[in-house]
Each structure stands twice: as structure tokens, then as C-alpha cells.
């Protein structure tokens, strides 16, 4: 052995590193000037033999193994370090030349790690992860993870053998990351971190910032290229930015991919680029506005339906790549279709390779189950109060509005997360500090989220699944609440359906529960929702919940979704109960496709298409979901007569529209209804359509009103009201009649009348008088306009 070159070596460095216990291998491994020459070292326990290739010049150096473990070194007679590569025979003879990974610097700055550590890095998703680049002309990945408390990590897959001894990640300065540029590394390769924590115990994780996963059960990360795809929808994201999204009508329709249809070809499922033109043709079709993603971020497990997230920056790859779901997204946009993400930042599995015990400490948890733990769900708890765990989450709404171009987030769950004993009992969590169970850090969390989304991704929404009475969850910040642009409405849809559920003769006892939303509408920005939650579980499907027989059924849906569709509010339908799918859904067969061939599902989805074109058509249908002006009742007080009656209105009085409803068995002919102002009511929408696959109970004709009075108004009309049956009735104003007395009274009013008689009876002696008394009615109702 070279005497200089022994002299050289750190046997407790060399130590640490064949014992995988270093965390700053560059200051040790790679090449170092030394008074002696340039240092190079190197660890490749299943090398038979190392040469050192310096790049200009026609010379290979051997490596000495200084430690049989693997352990190579050499002294390069040089002052500065040469570009160099390493030509490695490993124990199976193969040989291959490889960059030293060792030679490279931090790709993170220290500025940005203080920002990360103080939580508010919100491009973060750029730095950590595991990301193709290009060094010094040296293509490879470059990775980085936070694990803070971790004694060492290294980045293992089947370009090392799994060894975690073989690649050390460097930790940089006290950020808690740990960061190494592998060359020669492509897209597509497969990883993992190994961790070392502190007392021995080493696991494998997956990489928490990863951009694509395996497909399950294997659980490894996959290094992905998302910055090359080619965006078409550039336009709709210029468009998107200024639009309001609350005048403007918004129906969703939420589905899950993996069930919306299945292959017929034995595959498990369809790829994201096939579902792009089959989803896109159905929503046109049918006329819905958006599509909502039950998640799609990788989860271990199917039946969660993608709410227990392991994956949070990688779209599932049961369904494609990254590039194929932005196809997905890009080929949405380009057929005018919004696309709403679930997202789940309430909790996370305790799947070992996940972020569970991270570092070998509680990292994303809190380390007190009172605190950390979901008793009923099974899961782990985000700890809010650590900087950097808020940074994940509130990047990641980011990375998906920004790298994916999503249109809008649904926050799931976020009363667990407002509260600190949502689904506990007693002695089950821990007070907040002023002895509250308000979760205080969750509070500033959904705070910051929704300061920084509205700054950063303009036009993008939030929406809220909350189902407490929190206050304020969709006023703005400075007005004390939490800033959410919607929150789903779960109130109006526990009362509604369990109305709707009644037989007929029982809901005039349950009134209030249709009437009730109406009292606090406009205390928040709801959505009304009737989500996958409500059609799964042994709770029956839209129409499976509805009494009676099949027929009645079917009338009770069209009245539901009648009555749905013409309350303020945005509204949200589940795939397949547009159509009257009988069973429940699941997450593992297709939605049943083939009830479309039988005459009442084909008008069910008929109704469903009609109903959609009336809301997109009428500005009173959703312009003013939010203001007060937009709703007034006519009748809300009919229960035994299960009838309700109601205005929808614009700032136009030309777009008005008169709403009935009539959730009973019976049909109701020449049914008095008070009306607004004298006029014209034409029907412009009846459940009970024939087409639809109701009776005909229809008003073909215009009425006109009456001066009779009705529901404290002046002025009725009389129609038919189809039982279980929705009518809407585009509204006119007319003249105002004249009365015989109000006449008789003008012409005797001193002067004015009889003058204007006078003359009239001078300037023209052969106009008969009937000429002044159609007169005076003119000039009545010109004032009166």
C-alpha cells in the first residue's frame, strides 16, 4: 500500500461510511486537494477492481481497496481536480464506467432551506423530490428528502442493489435535508430512501415529494420528467383567471376513474388518455360544467377511493404516467371542462412506507395519539404547528394548480381538522391552549393555504367539505373567516334526502326540513352536494332511496333533481345517478352502462340533460346564488299540501323565473299559486313531461294573472301541478287592468278630466265617446309604468 495514500486515509470517516452512518459523504468521498495531489475515494462494496479515467488524457489510475469492504482510493498526481469517471469491474465481472457522485454541489441554497424551515417555500415541490437535470453536462437525478432526525439516508433501487451503504445523501447545514445528484440516473428509474435512525433500526421509505409510483402492491418511487408536456389550454387559462366563478353556473359532476367504466378487455382499468374523449363526450352531452377526481394521488389501497394518500405529489399510476394525466387535463380544458381535484390534508395511512414515523421520530404526526391519531378512520393526523409539514401540504395545493392546471380543490374533512375531538370520546385529545377543541394550528393552516392560493393561483377555487356550523368558512380574510371560495352545503343535503326518502303521506310532519336551508343560505358560499358518500355503505343509491314503486321512484328523482337544480347554490351530482343507477356504487366494477337500454333510464338521462340546458340557459338559475335579491318565497308554508312555490331572479327583471314544486302523490288542477306582478306565465319546464317518462300534468298555455289575491300577493294565477313534479314558469310583466271605479273616479277629478273631456268634445265633435275612455286607460297605465 502506498504509504502517502495510507497516510491519507480517515479510518474513522472510512468507518462511518462502511457502517452507512455518514451524513456528509461529500466532505469525505469524491475527489480533494491535498498537498499530496487530488484525493479520490469511493465506496462499491461489490466491486472486484476501481480505475480512475481522467477525461484528456490517455491514463487510467488504479484504486487501492483500502478496506475489503469495499472501499477504494488514490492519490491522482494533480493540483486541481480533473473531469474524471470511474471504470468499475464488479464481482460478476461486468464492467461499467460511472460518474462520481461525489463531485457535485447542493442544488438547494441555504436561503431556500431557511425558507422551507420557516414554512413558507412554496415552490419546495421544485427542490425535494427526485428530478432529472443536467450538471456540468453530466446528465442524472438529483434527489433530496427532509428527514431531520434521521442518523443517515441514502437513495437505494436497482441501480445500487438496494445497498444503502452505497449512496449517502449529504446533509445540508441544519435544514434537516439530505440531498445527493446521482448520475447517469434517467426518467423511469425506480427508488427508494433508505433510513438509518437514530438506535440502529434502517426501513425503506418512499420518496414523500415523488412525481410517479409504482403501481400497488409494490410501493416504490419512480423518477418522472413533468416539465416537458406540451400544453394546449392556454387560452382557457386566461379565461379562467378573471372569471367569476360565483355568477357564473357550475354543475359537477364527481366520479371516480377507476369505475366510471371498465375495460372490456381484461385490462383493470382505463388509461387517463383513453378516459380523456369518453369522460370529455359524456360531460358535453349531458351538459355539466365540471368533472370533480375522487383523488388521484397514489394510495396503496382501492377501497379507500384514494382518501388515505401516500403519494401526494404523483397522480396514480393505475390509471398512466404524469403526462398522460396532463393529457387528461390539457384535453379537458380544449373541450371547455373544468377539472376539480379531492385532496386530502385532514390525515395519512400508517402504511410503513409512507410518511409515517419518517425519520424515525413523528415527523408529519404529532407524537401524542391524542393528538395524532383518527380512533375511527384508523389514520395519522397532520401536525400543523411544524413549519415544514405545513409547507408540504400547502406546496402540494400548489404543485396540482400549477404543474397540473387544475381549476379547483376540494379539501376533504376539514371539520376533522378543525376540531380537536372530531370522532373521540372523552379523554381521547388534548385541549388547545386555551382549553378549547378548536385546533388552532389546523385554523392557520386553512388560513395560510387559502392567502397564498388566492395570490398564486388566481382562478383556481377551494372548496370546503365541512360539516359543522364552523362560522365564516367561505369569508374572506380580513373579514375574520377562513377564506374558502365554496363549502358544500351537507346541511340542505342530510335534511333534503331524508325528506325525500318519506313517503309521501309522511313528509307534510318533515316540511321545515325542505324549508330550513333557506334560513341560513346565505351565511356561506355552498355547493349543494350529493356526493359519492351518500350512494355507498348500504345507504342506497340516488333512486334506490326514493319510496314507492318503480315509477314513483323515478317521479320522486326528477322532483329531487328539479328541486336541487333551482336552489341557490352550485350543485354536485355522483356519476351514475344521473341515470337512476338501482345499485349502490363500488370502487370495483363499472357503473352500470347498460340500464341505459331500458326506456325509463333512457328518459331518466333524457330529464337529466333537459334540466341541465334549463339551468345553463336561465341567468336567474345561478347568477345570484349568493345574494340575497336572487331567491324569494311565494309559498313555503303549504306541508300538507307538500308544495312549494319560489322565485329565482337576476338583476333583470326579464329573467325571472316562478318555481313549484310539488313533493306529493296527488296532481293538483287549477291550483291558485300568488305571482309576483301582473302578467304572462308560460311554462317553461315540467318534470312531468311525458319524454321524461312522467303523466303529461303540463300547462301548454300562457296564463295571465288575475287580480285575485293569493300567498299575500295581489295578483294569481291557476295551474296544474303534477304530482312529485317540478314546473318553472318564465315570467312577463303586463299592463295593469283598469277598474271600472278607477275610471269612473279619473273622469270625475275636477278639471283634469272633465277639461280634457271638454276639449276633446270641441277640437273633435265626431269622435265618439268610447275614444275617451280608452284614453284615460292609456294614460293610467303609462303612469303607473
Request: hydrophobic share 35%.
Amino acid at each position: 500500500m502506498n504509504d502517502k495514500l495510507y497516510d491519507l486515509m480517515d479510518w474513522a470517516e472510512i468507518e462511518a461510511v462502511v457502517y452507512s452512518e455518514e451524513d456528509k459523504p461529500h466532505d469525505f468521498l469524491g475527489a480533494h486537494v491535498t498537498e499530496e495531489g487530488v484525493l479520490v475515494q469511493t465506496f462499491i462494496p461489490t466491486a472486484k477492481s476501481v480505475e480512475v479515467s481522467v477525461k484528456g488524457i490517455n491514463k487510467t489510475y488504479p484504486m487501492v481497496e483500502e478496506d475489503e469492504t469495499g472501499f477504494f482510493a488514490v492519490l491522482l498526481p494533480r493540483k486541481r481536480i480533473p473531469e474524471y469517471k470511474f471504470i468499475v469491474t464488479f464481482d460478476d465481472d461486468s464492467v461499467k464506467e460511472l460518474y462520481d457522485p461525489y463531485i457535485f454541489g447542493p442544488q438547494i441554497t441555504e436561503k431556500e432551506t431557511k425558507k422551507f424551515n420557516a414554512g413558507i417555500c412554496y415552490d419546495i415541490y421544485e427542490k425535494l423530490g427526485a428530478h432529472p437535470m443536467t450538471i456540468n453536462g453530466i446528465s442524472g437525478v438529483y434527489f433530496a428528502v427532509w428527514a431531520p432526525n434521521a442518523l443517515r439516508v441514502s437513495v437505494v433501487g436497482d441501480f445500487v442493489l438496494w445497498d444503502g451503504r452505497r449512496l449517502p445523501m449529504r446533509r445540508l447545514w441544519d435544514s434537516g435535508i439530505f440531498e445527493l445528484f446521482v448520475p447517469g440516473l434517467t426518467e423511469g428509474t425506480i427508488y427508494k430512501y433508505e433510513i438509518k435512525a437514530k438506535g440502529g433500526l434502517t426501513y425503506l421509505k418512499a420518496d414523500p415529494y415523488a412525481n410517479a409510483a409504482e403501481l400497488r402492491p409494490d410501493t416504490a418511487s419512480v423518477v418522472a420528467d413533468i416539465g416537458s408536456f406540451d400544453w394546449s389550454d392556454q387560452n382557457w387559462l386566461e379565461e379562467r383567471e378573471v372569471l367569476d366563478t360565483k355568477s357564473r353556473p357550475m354543475f359537477i359532476y364527481e366520479m371516480h376513474l377507476g369505475s366510471w367504466k371498465k375495460p372490456e378487455d381484461g385490462r383493470e382499468f382505463y388509461n387517463y388518455r383513453e378516459l380523456a374523449p369518453m369522460v370529455a363526450d359524456y360531460i358535453k352531452e349531458m351538459g355539466y360544467t365540471h368533472i370533480e377526481l375522487m383523488p388521484i394521488m397514489e394510495h396503496p389501497l382501492d377501497a379507500s377511493w384514494g382518501y388515505q394518500v401516500t403519494g401526494y405529489y404523483a397522480p396514480t399510476s393505475r390509471y398512466g404516467s404524469p403526462a398522460d394525466f396532463m393529457y387528461f387535463m390539457d384535453y379537458m380544458h380544449q373541450q371547455g371542462i373544468g377539472v376539480i381535484l379531492d385532496w386530502v390534508p385532514a390525515h395519512f395511512p400508517r402504511d410503513t412506507h409512507g410518511l409515517c414515523g419518517f425519520d424515525g421520530t413523528c415527523l408529519y404526526e404529532h407524537l401524542d395519539p391524542r393528538q395524532g391519531s383518527h380512533p375511527h378512520w384508523g389514520t395519522l393526523i397532520y401536525n400543523y404547528g411544524r413549519p415544514e409539514v405545513k409547507n408540504f401540504l400547502i406546496a402540494n395545493a400548489l404543485f396540482w394548480a400549477k404543474k397540473y392546471h387544475v381549476d379547483g380543490i376540494r379539501l376533504d374533512a376539514v371539520a376533522s381538522m378543525l376540531y380537536l375531538d372530531y370522532g373521540k370520546n372523552d379523554g381521547e385529545w388534548v385541549a388547545n391552549r386555551y382549553g378549547g377543541n378548536e385546533n388552532l394550528e389546523a385554523v392557520e393552516f386553512l388560513k395560510h393555504l387559502n392567502s397564498i392560493f388566492k395570490k398564486q393561483a388566481k382562478g383556481v377555487i377551494l372548496i370546503a367539505e365541512e360539516s359543522t356550523a364552523w362560522p365564516k368558512i367561505t369569508a374572506p380574510l380580513d373579514e375574520e373567516g377562513l377564506g374558502f371560495d365554496y363549502k358544500w352545503n351537507m346541511g340542505w343535503m342530510n335534511d333534503f334526502l331524508g325528506y325525500m326518502e318519506l313517503d309521501p303521506i309522511f313528509r307534510g310532519a318533515h316540511h321545515g326540513e325542505l324549508t330550513f336551508s333557506m334560513v341560513y343560505n346565505y351565511s356561506e358560499d355552498f355547493i349543494l352536494s350529493l356526493s359519492h358518500d351518500e350512494v355507498t355503505h348500504c345507504k342506497a343509491s340516488m333512486i334506490g332511496k326514493m319510496p314507492g314503486r318503480r315509477e314513483m321512484k323515478f317521479a320522486n328523482l326528477r322532483a329531487a333533481y328539479g328541486f336541487m337544480m333551482s336552489h341557490p347554490g352550485k350543485k354536485l351530482l355522483f356519476m351514475g345517478q344521473d341515470y337512476g343507477q338501482f345499485n349502490e356504487w363500488s370502487e370495483e366494477k363499472s357503473l352500470e352502462w347498460e340500464l341505459l337500454q331500458y326506456e325509463d333510464h333512457q328518459k331518466m338521462s333524457g330529464y337529466m340533460k333537459a334540466l341541465l340546458a334549463l339551468y345553463k340557459s336561465n341567468p336567474a338559475m345561478y347568477q345570484m346564488d349568493y345574494d340575497t335579491e336572487g331567491f324569494e318565497w311565494i309559498n313555503s308554508i303549504s306541508a300538507n299540501e307538500n308544495v312549494l312555490v319560489f322565485l329565482r331572479r337576476t338583476k333583470k327583471e326579464s329573467e325571472d323565473l316562478l318555481v313549484v314544486c310539488n313533493f306529493s302523490a296527488l296532481v293538483y288542477e287549477n291550483y291558485k299559486i300568488g305571482v309576483p306582478y301582473h302578467g304572462k306565465y308560460k311554462e317553461i319546464f315540467n318534470s312531468d313531461r311525458v319524454e321524461f317518462g312522467g303523466q303529461g300534468n303540463v300547462n301548454p298555455r300562457q296564463k295571465t294573472s288575475k287580480k285575485d289575491e293569493c300567498d299575500g300577493r295581489k295578483d294569481s294565477i291557476q295551474i296544474k301541478v303534477p304530482s312529485m313534479g317540478i314546473s318553472v314558469f318564465s315570467c312577463t310583466r303586463a299592463a295593469e287592468p283598469i277598474s271600472q271605479n278607477r275610471i269612473a273616479t279619473a273622469t270625475k277629478a275636477g278639471g283634469t278630466g272633465k277639461a280634457a273631456a271638454s276639449k276633446t268634445t270641441r277640437t273633435r265633435k265626431t269622435a265618439p265617446k268610447k275614444n275617451l275612455k280608452e284614453e284615460l286607460e292609456r294614460k293610467i297605465a303609462e303612469e303607473e309604468k
